[in-house]
Structures are given as C-alpha cells and as structure tokens.
C-alpha cells in the first residue's frame, strides 16, 4: 500500500516504522555513527545513511519509492527503528583509554565513614548518576 501510494504518509508517518520494523539491520560497525546521530540531533547525508543501514531485498522496491517522496522521513523512520532496537541495551561508545584493569568498574567504600562527607549515599559508584547532574 505505501509503495503505491506513499503520500499516505503526510496523514500517518508513524505507519513507516511499522512497516520496516523487524526488517532492516543496523550494522554492527554502523551502531556508532547511529548512536552519535542521535547523541547530537543530526541527520545524515543519504551517501553516509545508505552504507550504515542493511535493507530486506524485498523491501527495496518500499524503501525507493519511500526516498524519492521523503528522504528526510526514511532517514527518521530507520532512527525510530535504531532506538527501539537498541532500547534498554548499552549503546556502543568509543574506546577513549586502555581498559588495561577491568575490575575498576566500580568503586568501593572506605572502612572510614568520616571521609563520605558529600556522599548522596553509600555504596557502589555508578557513572550514570553523573547524567543527571
């Protein structure tokens, strides 16, 4: 239906997601560049989009016709789609050091409570409490 008539996606451009969902493979070497993408609002060019991206061949056909109406909503419909693939797992991040010592994932408390002053809390350090500061 939306590759005969795709101006059916001015009404319902959420049905665009539906219909490539489950059918589209984010490469995992391409899950960086997605994740950036999203981290820094910006839409890629459709030469750097296309090699990043891995449509069904049948699904071909839908995803031309999609692009000659609105790149623009194609390239929106595959970041809806890479959020909800990527939902509630870590996404993948730049190796910025050596992670020579594994084992510093988290930081343990002193014996000595005196030196937790401007603690929240004891415990665990967890580097995603940051992201709220």
Not at 8 to 36: C, M, N, S
Not at 69 to 96: D, F, M, N, R, W
Request: one cysteine or more; proline letters at 5%; glycine letters at 4%.
């Amino acid at each position: 239906m939306l590759e005969a008539d795709p101006k059916i996606l001015d009404t319902v451009p959420e049905y665009l997601p539906v219909a490539l969902y489950g059918r589209i493979k984010f490469p995992a070497e391409a899950k960086l560049k997605w994740a950036q993408w999203i981290n820094t609002a910006t839409q890629p060019e459709w030469d750097e989009f296309k090699v990043t991206i891995g449509f069904n061949n049948a699904d071909l056909p839908l995803v031309l016709a999609v692009r000659s109406y609105s790149e623009t909503l194609l390239i929106e419909s595959c970041a809806v789609l890479y959020l909800l693939e990527t939902q509630g797992k870590a996404i993948p991040a730049a190796k910025h050091h050596d992670d020579e010592d594994d084992d510093n994932d988290y930081v343990g408390t002193s014996d000595n409570d005196d030196d937790d002053e401007g603690e929240e809390e004891d415990g665990y350090y967890d580097h995603y409490d940051d992201e709220d500061r």
